[in-house]
């Protein structure tokens, strides 16, 4: 058993990509810069302008004359996001500044000049927080407070084209914090703490074809080597621990070798392969063999590149490659069909989960992974070194309880667990596990199964599979509440699905008959059901409640889909626009953090994006996404409650089929929106 964040690459054989391009509406350019934002958003640098992809739709800001809040230039050259979030972008003419509130810019110190200091070839920011921008008259560093683009007089030197006021074309932060620079001539480097140069290796300079050779980009791989490609020279890697610099050309005579000397990007993808983008195609280096894959364009192959000049590259949290070409807009690369990750059940020698069938997931701070199982009691993952650890539950009586319904962390060192046969507290620093067993009312032993926790300042509310609602006070004593088919302020059914607590710090209970609000003054419940009136609940049976980022309720019900609860006029919203939500099943419900709604099915994932949130729903005001067996999941059910949205922003969704259980890590945002626009196109 294995987490797999990322599938392995078979680069042997052809690679499949998705597309986006003018008929999506990306401009028709070249795609010069890639880079995914904080927010989720997708930025794109080309001939016409800077553009925004969120998923759905491109929004390109174009340069007005009449407007000095536009971008100085439609011609971007390179895109980077500083550590405050804030977006610069390099143009043929200037340098700017976005301000997302506005969605203006500021310009930075562009004269009135063609090229030289206002041409910026590259944008970067180093460890220190300063902010450098390579021109075609050096490289300057950036005063953020006045606006200005300021020489550095200790680049001085007696080189013809020296990084004070040569042509300069990239930068690039090593992880010894030393800038590399490409020039026109070769490389230079500086410290861009003491912003004094640092001499190169005498290998780089001893080496008359890489000292002589325009040098676009510089990277760094996995292993610590220092790619550097050129403009007509190939590519050159130095190796600082053996001190020698290797190069890479294109041979007519041997088809392993790369495809073009013509280098625009490089991209180390893993510890084995680093991409390298030319102008005749895609050539991925596998470091054991010491050869090239390569991929061209092919009118005959609809899931290859669209075109063969590579201009740029973004991996994104997916492992996905998004590649930006001359012409060909676009192509996306998921190994795998990897929008789905899966962490699934042991089989063999393989290190896993002790159960396939999962039901409850939370996390710790640190990032580590509980997972309840349904036979297989209770897994840690540790997300950092890939390990897991099983602990069995076992009751007083030594009798082995492994059926996980439900997890809640009480923030206090304590993991409550609800099992098929009670409610349990597992200390995570001892392993100890203290059991509490509840009164059977009904005479069922299945009212045991402990659906729901809910940890409630120092109390513990437990919704139970025949026995009501349980509230564990901290003495150990308990208090139960049933359905009274006689008192309309009971219960509604003791059947307890879910449980929710609001932003105002009320108590909501899911049931098979309908929801309930909780008076805890007076210990009593307010009913909601489906009924003839306008606006009802659209069907009694709750499988489950949850609370946005915007603390709005939404109930997922077994065969009425999805409804939003207006607190404040006690309505129901149904939302399923003339069954564009397909599946009335919701089994969980989560929001990414760009406030996408997620729903898990019987019929696979729906992610619900608004555009404007209004009541009643609206076609016009959001749109439904669906994904499937067909965008990588390994079956279309899920598991009811099984979801959570991580630290990270991941979310993790438990899916079930006839022979495991896959536990889906979706990442939300960009990538999913992405790749089902991608499928459909």
């Known amino acids: 058993m294995m987490l797999i964040m990322c599938c392995a690459m078979t680069h042997a054989q052809d690679i499949r990509f998705k597309h986006l391009s003018f008929r999506e509406g990306l401009a028709q350019s070249p795609i010069s810069s890639i880079v995914k934002d904080s927010r989720g958003f997708v930025w794109l640098g080309n001939w016409k302008g800077l553009t925004r992809y969120d998923g759905y739709e491109f929004k390109t800001f174009n340069h007005n004359n009449a407007d000095r809040k536009s971008i100085s230039n439609n011609r971007v050259n390179s895109i980077c996001e500083d550590r405050d979030h804030r977006l610069w972008i390099g143009t043929s003419n200037g340098l700017n500044r976005y301000d997302p509130v506005h969605e203006s810019f500021t310009r930075f110190d562009i004269r009135n000049i063609k090229g030289g200091r206002n041409y910026i070839a590259s944008v970067y920011q180093d460890s220190h927080h300063n902010i450098w921008a390579a021109t075609f008259a050096g490289i300057k560093l950036v005063d953020t407070a006045r606006k200005l683009l300021n020489d550095v007089s200790s680049f001085k030197s007696a080189a013809r084209d020296n990084i004070f006021n040569g042509v300069t074309f990239t930068l690039f932060e090593d992880r010894d914090q030393v800038m590399w620079v490409g020039t026109r001539a070769g490389l230079s480097k500086f410290n861009p703490r003491t912003r004094q140069l640092v001499q190169l290796p005498d290998v780089i300079q001893q080496n008359r074809e890489l000292m002589s050779s325009k040098v676009l980009v510089i990277r760094q791989d996995k292993r610590g080597f220092i790619w550097i490609g050129t403009e007509s020279s190939g590519v050159f890697v130095f190796d600082p621990f053996a001190g020698k610099v290797n190069s890479f050309k294109h041979q007519d005579d041997k088809p392993e070798s790369m495809l073009s000397n013509w280098v625009r990007d490089i991209y180390s993808y893993d510890d084995q392969h680093t991409w390298v983008g030319t102008r005749s195609g895609l050539s991925i280096y596998n470091h054991e063999t010491g050869t090239f894959s390569n991929h061209v364009h092919s009118p005959l192959n609809p899931d290859g590149l669209d075109d063969s000049t590579i201009w740029s590259f973004m991996q994104d949290n997916a492992s996905g490659i998004w590649v930006g070409t001359f012409a060909g807009g676009l192509n996306v690369f998921y190994p795998e069909n990897a929008n789905f990750s899966n962490i699934s059940e042991s089989i063999g020698d ?33 997300r950092r070194t890939g390990k897991y650890q099983f602990y069995p539950i076992k009751d007083a009586a030594n009798q082995s309880r492994n059926g996980v319904k439900s997890l809640a962390d009480d923030g206090n060192g304590n993991l409550w667990v609800g099992t098929l046969d009670g409610l349990c ?18 005479g069922k032993f299945s009212e045991n199964l402990i659906n729901a926790i809910l940890i409630d300042s120092g109390h513990i509310w437990a919704g139970t599979n025949g026995g009501g609602l349980k509230q564990l006070l901290p003495d150990g004593s308990y208090r139960t509440f049933i359905h009274n088919s006689t008192d309309k302020n009971t219960l509604s059914d003791n059947f307890a699905t879910s449980l929710l607590k609001g932003e105002r710090g009320e108590l909501w209970i899911g049931t098979q008959n309908g929801l309930n609000l909780m008076d805890r003054q007076n ?114 059910q899920f598991m009811t409650h099984a979801a959570t949205r991580l630290q990270t922003g991941e979310m993790l969704l438990a899916e079930s089929t006839a022979l495991r259980l896959s536990f889906q890590i979706v990442l939300s945002g960009i990538q999913l929106n992405r790749m089902w626009h991608l499928r459909i196109s």
């Open 523 to 636: 210990k009593q419940f307010l009913k909601f059901a489906k009924n003839a009136q306008p606006w009802s609940l659209n069907n009694n049976s709750i499988l489950t409640l949850f609370k946005d980022d915007q603390a709005r309720i939404w109930v997922g019900t077994d065969g009425g889909g999805l409804s939003y609860f207006d607190h404040k006029a006690r309505k129901f919203y149904p939302l399923n626009l003339q069954r564009k939500l397909t599946d009335d099943v919701v089994h969980a419900i989560q929001d990414d953090r760009m406030g996408n709604l997620w729903l898990s099915t019987d019929n696979g994932l729906y992610k619900i994006t608004f555009k404007r949130f209004a009541v009643p729903f609206r076609p016009a005001d959001l749109t439904i996404t669906h994904y499937d067996g067909n965008d990588g999941l390994a079956s279309n």
């Open 350 to 382: 393989k290190i896993g989960l002790s159960h396939p069938v999962v039901n409850a997931i939370t996390e710790d701070p640190d990032g580590g992974l509980w997972i309840g199982t349904y036979g297989g009691g209770i897994n840690y993952l540790n």
């Open 425 to 442: 507290v597992f200390n995570k620093k001892n392993k100890q596990i203290r059991f509490f067993k509840f009164n059977i009312s009904q």
